[in-house]
């Protein structure tokens, strides 16, 4: 037995100079992908990794790649932890003929540490609906595309539909509001938002933290129990979300005062708690679920032809989300090659498609996204693009759209993005860019 | 036959007590150093695969480097003075903030006394931090002169869970940073930024080549053999004049010292941006399993069971891939985790000191070739 041991031991060893270089070919884009399939996060992560792997696909049959360059991926599980996650990225970010072509890690942690790489590296950042909120200014953050949404705008979104319900911005003024979050860099970028609005338009603010992964919440809800508060905003993710409603339900707070952000809003959050998630509010990072224009496409061209990654999770909330992130990093690539020519672009070209990339309505519809997305237009100094939101609720079987779209005021965000970005900027020892001298 | 020591005769204490007696050995040493030192970044300037890539020096080399060295700290805690504690991720976690509040510049606001100290240069920071680690490492160590075993295991995992707190909770950690999330500065020595992948693999070599060397010769001395009479039996080794409160507390200093190094390299040249996550329990676990696969009460045990822990399950995620066998992600990670466990399970089984023992009967086995028994 021992002496089996030790040669295994060697064969090991030996083993570790298996992995060989990939052989690349030449006309293909390489786009990586950070994903979570495994953990606490990964009835979340699911979905989104299906949608953003389908659209590729769907590219790829349909139109033969991005004018008529294939589109080749590759996934990295990444298990929503940080130090995997920059473990996928060294592993993802020199593969293909040029390169990664841009990442979207779908986890703040992950961004925050990839946030202080990508520059050296020259590859964009895609993050869309999370992130660091104040990466939205451009000249700061060059290589981040903070696409849709942030948390700020969510936030502030938020209690406007909460002054909405109530009758207007002055009957916020002494009511109560709790911010019920995921105690990591992603539960705590709203609350600096939030903190604003509350000076602004006189409200309580509390923010309780749920220790991660957030299955053990009891003593967060029964202090919600006693504080009573008018309303409890949501920032969970993964089991959180589902427990929070249980929690929520089990010491009788109304559901429908539950107001959960675009990471709360998607169908695994609220079917784990049945019933008891009647009534749930959640934003919407301007989709909701339901098949578009796009779906049949995808119906078409890679469910019936048995590539699809998705199963039941076909065009829920999350696996909508794919769709979209995958489409505008698409058309970012799409965008560079109108520069740089129809070839793999690196990306540093990437960064100048997504500066540059402007998705009219009348674009939309015609990538079959209409009613899923707004124009969204990023520029030098705005990397994010768009500023709405909308509010669904769960209505037991379907996520209801139940307002219109909500535009974030930016007299109150616009001076925290300016200033955080300084704080960045400073801390870090970088100029910022001179948006007028840029092309 | 060629790993023999026949011939070789000392002649002198010096030669008698060096750290490898064996001239074999030694030479393997040297190798061993001359690869790391000189080979890699030649073979890294030279683009030979696989250490050209930059992959493998910064997601491979650099990670598997700084965990060895929190191996090493916690192998003389748990491995040489038998003190078993589940607090590393807190000591690491107290080396990178306190590093980073040194590099950053410390600014106490107790009223009267101000205190204000400016931005130190990136060394001082690491070596304080690490400093402030040990501190930690004391107090905590205190109940270990009552309590013992799994006990102090509890006692130890304490710390753990009132460090992720604090720098969760304590803003001051991380300069009221709105996220909690703290991104390190610039790596500046004596005005050299480093920056390059293999110069942040360098730093980290001669960081661990340092402590590993420091920590080698303190086992074999004076204070080692405390550490190891405690831990053997600690009523017997008080009896012969050990003391106690010397021996434990000096082992969870010298431990947490150099898992503070090991924490603050991890955040500043493996991560560069992190939050407290980073050093949770699940840490504290993957380094205690590091050193008791690679071997407790051995220096080389930490470096083979940091590989066996970081680059087995990275390895084995990237074999399906390589060799074009389509399977998913998910069925892959899954897969790593139950061979991980099974080939854990199965090496305590069949040796349950580790991967040093191993190489020691290895190394029997060879002064006996070729006619071993």
Not at chain 1, 328 to 353: D, H, L, S
Request: with cysteine.
């Amino acid at each position: 037995m021992r002496k089996l041991t030790l040669a295994l031991t060697a064969l090991a060893l030996g083993a570790t100079a298996m992995t060989g270089p990939a052989t690349a070919q030449t006309n293909e884009q390489f786009i990586p992908a950070l994903v979570y399939r495994t953990g606490p996060y990964a009835p979340n992560g699911i979905p989104f990794a299906n949608g953003v792997a389908d659209y590729w696909t769907l590219l790829n049959e349909r139109d033969g790649g991005i004018n008529g360059v294939k589109i080749v991926f590759e996934e990295c599980e990444t298990g929503y932890a940080t130090d995997k996650g920059v473990e996928c990225y060294e592993r993802l970010k020199g593969k293909g003929p040029t390169g990664a072509a841009y990442f979207s890690p779908l986890s703040t942690g992950i961004t925050f540490a990839l946030t202080d790489k990508v520059p050296g590296d020259k590859i964009p950042l895609l993050t869309m609906g999370y992130g660091r909120s104040e990466s939205r200014n451009g000249a700061v953050f060059p290589w981040n595309f903070i696409a849709v949404g942030s948390y700020w705008t969510a936030a502030d979104v938020a209690i406007q539909h909460i002054a909405k319900e109530l009758g207007g911005f002055d009957k916020l003024k002494g009511k109560k509001i709790s911010l019920v979050y995921h105690d990591s860099p992603y539960g705590k970028e709203p609350i600096a938002a939030l903190e604003a609005r509350a000076k602004v338009n006189g409200f309580d603010f509390k923010a309780i933290p749920v220790t991660h992964p957030g299955v053990e919440q009891k003593s967060q809800w029964l202090a919600i129990r006693q504080d009573r508060p008018d309303y409890v905003l949501l920032w969970g993710w993964g089991v959180m979300n589902s427990t929070s409603i249980k929690e929520a339900a089990a010491v009788g707070f109304p559901r429908d005062k539950v107001i959960g952000v675009w990471w709360s809003g998607a169908e695994p959050d609220v079917t784990p708690a049945g019933d008891q998630s009647t009534g749930y509010k959640a934003l919407m990072l301007q989709h909701g679920p339901g098949k578009f224009a796009v779906h049949a496409d995808l119906e078409k061209n890679v469910v019936s032809k048995g590539k699809a990654a998705a199963k039941e999770d076909f065009a829920q909330v999350l696996y909508n989300r794919g769709l979209i992130n995958s489409m505008i990093g698409t058309e970012a690539i799409r965008t560079a090659m109108k520069k740089y020519g129809n070839k793999p672009m690196t990306g540093e070209q990437v960064r100048w498609g997504f500066e540059n990339l402007n998705l009219t309505a009348a674009r939309i519809k015609e990538l079959g996204f209409e009613g899923m997305l707004q124009p969204l237009r990023f520029s030098c100094e705005d990397h994010q693009g768009a500023d709405v939101a909308r509010m669904q609720q769960w209505d037991g079987k379907a996520w209801k759209t139940i307002s219109d779209y909500y535009k974030a005021d930016e007299k109150i965000l616009a001076p925290l993005v300016k200033e955080n970005a300084a704080k960045y900027a400073t801390e870090k020892k970088i100029t910022a860019r001179d948006c007028s001298k840029e092309s | 036959m060629f790993y023999r020591e026949t011939g070789q005769f000392k002649s002198s204490y010096a030669a008698d007590m060096q750290i490898f007696p064996i001239r074999q050995d030694r030479i393997a040493l040297w190798v061993v150093l001359a690869l790391a030192f000189i080979g890699i970044p030649l073979l890294n300037a030279f683009h030979i695969w696989p250490f050209g890539s930059e992959y493998m020096l910064r997601a491979i080399l650099i990670p598997f480097l700084i965990l060895s060295l929190a191996a090493i700290g916690l192998n003389i805690l748990t491995g040489y003075c038998g003190q078993l504690s589940l607090g590393s991720g807190a000591f690491m976690a107290i080396g990178a903030y306190s590093a980073y509040k040194f590099a950053t510049g410390v600014h106490l606001p107790f009223g009267l006394f101000d205190l204000s100290i400016p931005p130190l240069p990136m060394l001082p920071s690491i070596l304080l931090g690490a400093l402030m680690s040990a501190v930690v490492g004391i107090l905590f160590g205190i109940p270990s002169l009552r309590i013992k075993g799994l006990y102090l295991a509890v006692a130890t995992l304490a710390a753990q869970f009132f460090f992720d707190w604090v720098f969760i909770r304590v803003k001051w950690f991380t300069n009221y940073n709105s996220s909690g999330s703290v991104s390190a500065p610039d790596l500046n020595f004596f005005g050299f930024v480093v920056n390059a992948p293999i110069e942040r693999y360098l730093l980290c070599l001669v960081f661990v080549a340092i402590f590993a060397l420091l920590a080698k010769n303190l086992v074999r001395g004076n204070i080692g053999r405390q550490w190891m009479a405690t831990r053997d039996m600690d009523i017997a080794a008080e009896l012969m004049g050990i003391r106690p409160l010397y021996a434990k507390l000096s082992a969870f200093a010298i431990s947490s010292f150099i898992m503070g190094v090991a924490g603050a390299l991890w955040a500043f040249v493996y991560l560069g941006a992190w939050e407290p996550l980073a050093f949770s329990i699940d840490r504290s676990f993957q380094i205690l399993f590091m050193v008791i696969i690679g071997g407790l009460g051995s220096i080389l045990g930490s470096f083979l069971g940091a590989a066996f822990i970081l680059v087995l399950p990275i390895l084995l995620d990237q074999v399906p891939h390589a060799l074009g066998v389509p399977i998913s992600v998910e069925t892959v990670s899954l897969l790593v985790f139950i061979i991980t466990g099974a080939l854990i399970c199965w090496l305590l089984i069949v040796e349950p000191r580790g991967f040093a023992r191993l190489w020691l009967t290895g190394k029997e086995k060879l002064r006996l070739w070729p006619y071993p028994y």
